[in-house]
């Protein structure tokens, strides 16, 4: 008997749904299996360090420019757009503390997730997906060797590390910016700057920002490596593949961001005082 359209409408509806949820199962369970690989082999002394050093300086290497050149409009924008409603209700003397709050709360986590989303996570799809289109992974496991323990827990506990140091860099960048900016168009003074910015910045917004930043370099290497492990077809198969880490990258870690701040607003309300 013929299915009605409703009826196959539904059905690829629930497809598609099973799909997902078993996509979403998978790369969770890669990501538990490599962090678990990660610590046992770290607790034991036979984590490979050299290839998580390579990783992390080759994730250093395409990212740290583009963090920079983003981090700069960031403070620019910032220190603008707040001078100005601040100057508007008179409240000068409070533009570092709401930049500096800014910035650590929400413009480095949003910069570093931008750039594990597009670049670093990119490039790991890649580099992954070419390897299993060339048969490395499968030769991997042929020798008995595990390539999640092998390829995948070192890139991402270099892609956390990186992660963290993206996070300080976008911030010392986006605040010192701010101020040249604020201090040079006369919006207020060096010494009222940087005594707003002291009494109302707290240690809190500083781990709020880095603990995003582990779990961003968690999940954007986790999704690239499931992305890029089962790639297929060839180089067209390694570039949707990389297409569709940046796309679902972006939707997670943006899903993650909004998800941990609002967490961390109901936990401590007083901004972690």
């Known amino acids: 008997m013929t299915a009605t359209l409703p009826e196959r409408i539904a059905t690829g509806a629930w497809r598609r749904a099973a799909d997902g949820l078993r996509t979403v199962g998978e790369t969770i369970a890669l990501g538990a299996e490599a962090c678990a690989y990660a610590a046992v082999d770290i607790l034991t002394g036979r984590f490979d360090w050299a290839q998580a050093a390579d990783q992390a300086w080759f994730m250093a290497r395409v990212s740290l420019l583009p963090t920079i050149l983003v ?7 910032t220190s603008i757009q707040v001078g100005a409603v601040a100057d508007s209700i008179g409240a000068s003397s409070f533009s570092g503390a709401v930049n500096g709050v800014g910035v650590l709360r929400q413009a480095a986590p949003l910069v570093t997730a931008l750039i594990i989303a597009c670049v670093v996570g990119s490039a790991i799809c890649s580099d992954l997906g070419m390897r299993a289109i060339r048969d490395e992974i499968a030769a991997l496991e042929v020798m008995g060797s595990n390539p999640v323990q092998r390829m995948v827990a070192p890139r991402i506990v270099a892609a956390v590390f990186i992660s963290v140091m993206l996070t300080a860099i976008v911030a010392v960048t986006a605040i010192a910016t701010g101020y040249v900016m604020n201090v040079s168009r006369g919006v ?57 880490t940046v796309v679902l990258n972006v939707i997670l870690l943006a899903v993650v961001n909004a998800v941990v701040t609002q967490g961390y607003l109901a936990l401590a309300p007083g901004g972690g005082a």
């Not at 981090?71 to 924008?77: D, H, K, M, N």
């Open 188 to 244: 207020v003074g060096a010494g009222t700057y940087l005594d707003a910015f002291t009494n109302f910045s707290q240690s809190a917004d500083l781990w709020l920002a880095e603990g995003k930043a582990v779990l961003y370099g968690l999940i954007g290497t986790t999704v690239a490596a499931y992305k890029g492990l089962g790639a297929t077809g060839g180089p067209q198969g390694v570039a949707d593949a990389v297409n569709q």
């Open 71 to 77: 981090a700069i409009p960031f403070g620019v924008v």
